[in-house]
């Protein structure tokens, strides 16, 4: 069964102070993990995939396979950044579908 | 920029009553998705439709809910009786995996459900 876990349902930090949201993951096979986001009166969309490695809008993140961890990072976080972080999982032998983390909202202060 | 729509953007209705909730896909898009998130809870996975057909649904989608692609564009959630704990936020999302080897979703805004 996939299982993906964020522990923070609330982080709150101030503008350029770096953020860390962390996510760990259960799934026995391959998974491909995301990071989506939810900015205010506004649909999910994704914001980083794992495979991809990129860093989006100063965010990166790490898969972790011995951890199974994909920690989303920003080293200095903007008011912008303001949003509900939802952690994913998938993998083609579920048929693609995103298991979901409970989210973490993050506040960045000015 | 194509974008999956749905409608309507809040339904309210009386326990028992049927909901029929709509989605229109992005048009290249040939994966589609059910998700729903009761307030504070986390979003969870509903049903996928491929090819006309269900091709996996989670233990939430009892006999009380059904899809459908009644005309090609349209893919639809219904409720046949609702019950209070069916009110949530209910999201409809597609992808084309011909395209996207990873299987990015994309998110309609979402249809709350408010069952009194």
């Known amino acids: 069964a996939q299982r993906v876990t964020q522990p923070e349902k609330l982080l709150s930090v101030f503008k350029g102070a770096p953020v860390e949201l962390k996510c760990n993951y259960s799934y026995s096979g391959s998974p491909e993990l995301f990071w989506y986001v939810q900015y205010s009166r506004q649909r999910l969309q994704l914001l980083l995939r794992?495979?991809s490695r990129e860093s989006i809008k100063g965010f990166t993140a790490d898969l972790n396979k011995g951890e199974t961890s994909f920690h989303l990072k920003k080293p200095f976080a903007q008011e912008e950044d303001s949003a509900m972080y939802y952690c994913?999982?998938?993998?083609?032998?579920?048929?693609?579908?995103?298991?979901f983390g409970g989210g973490t909202r993050v506040l960045v202060k000015p | 920029e194509p974008e999956v729509t749905q409608t309507p953007s809040h339904q309210v209705t009386q326990m028992g009553q049927e909901v029929i909730l709509r989605c229109v896909p992005i048009s290249n898009h040939l994966y589609f998705y059910w998700y729903r998130q009761i307030l504070g809870q986390k979003v969870e996975f509903l049903v996928s439709?491929?090819?006309?057909?269900?091709?996996?649904k989670s233990e939430i989608f009892d006999d009380q809910f059904s899809v459908e692609r009644p005309d090609g564009s349209n893919f639809t959630l219904k409720i046949r009786s609702t019950k209070l704990e069916d009110s949530a936020m209910y999201f409809c999302?597609?992808?084309?995996?011909?395209?996207?080897?990873?299987?990015?979703?994309?998110f309609g805004e979402g249809s709350r459900l408010t069952v009194l």
């Open positions: 994913a999982l998938s993998s083609k032998a579920a048929g693609n579908k995103l298991t």
């Open positions: 439709f491929y090819n006309n057909e269900i091709s996996e």
């Open positions: 794992h495979i």
């Open positions: 999302a597609s992808v084309n995996l011909r395209e996207t080897n990873t299987g990015e979703l994309f």
